[in-house]
């Protein structure tokens, strides 16, 4: 049986369980109130294929750094989702919002307006809800609309949005990153594998997001 550690036991990790369990897929967590400890996990990343961590677990967390030099597929919680999307050709579309400032305002916004014209909308991600349990419950969702915060956005590998929006960019968590040009990098990823037929929503009057642009 395939085996996946949860490192956090919060919403998202909560939610990967879930989903992973669903799956069959035998799940480990890692969590020092309520799981195996950091360093009994360190023992048992050889029997792992895959390795699910929460947001606010930075990537330089020793076991996360262990985890990635065996080559165990890291990632996020968001990923995980978009993942079960996919692999199950949901026709769920996605749209993911982040920014600095309003992020929340936001996506609550456009999950009324979408419910408003008798869609099926819901709301996740950094707003309160997990998208893997959102997702997994609400198989026929037309659409999620995501909060993603940057801790969330750092791990993105093939994630990719319907529509994705940057509200805007001033300096945050830099007792996270080194510089705040990390911060805004992280930020950006939230496009970062988006093609031409998809949509990338910017504020014309915030410099930082521009200077990006060109």
């Known amino acids: 049986m395939k085996k996946a550690i949860v490192f956090g036991n919060g919403v998202s990790g909560k939610g990967a ?89 936001t996506t609550s916004k456009i999950t009324e307006l979408l419910q408003k014209a008798g869609l099926k909308a819901m709301h996740a991600g950094n707003i309160g809800n997990s998208l893997a349990e959102l997702i997994l419950e609400n198989r026929d969702l037309e659409y999620a609309v995501l909060e993603l915060s940057s801790f969330q956005l750092e791990g993105i590998k093939d994630f990719t949005a319907d529509i994705s929006l940057i509200v805007n960019l001033s300096p945050d968590h830099l007792d996270r990153y080194s510089a705040v040009e990390d911060y805004y990098d992280a930020k950006f990823n939230i496009c970062k594998n988006q093609r031409d037929d998809k949509i990338f929503i910017y504020n014309l009057n915030d410099e930082e997001t521009l200077k990006r642009l060109n």
Request: no cysteine; hydrophobic share 40%.
């Open 17 to 105: 369980k879930k989903l992973l369990e669903h799956e069959g897929i035998e799940v480990i967590l890692v969590d020092d109130k309520s799981g195996v400890t950091s360093e009994a996990a360190l023992k048992l990343l050889d029997e792992v294929q895959l390795f699910i961590k929460s947001p606010g677990i930075p990537f330089d967390n020793f076991l996360v750094k262990s985890a990635l030099e065996k080559n165990i597929d890291v990632i996020d919680e968001i990923e995980l989702g978009y993942r079960y999307i996919k692999d199950n050709n949901l026709s769920t579309k996605i749209i993911a919002i982040t920014g600095s400032n309003g992020k929340t305002t």
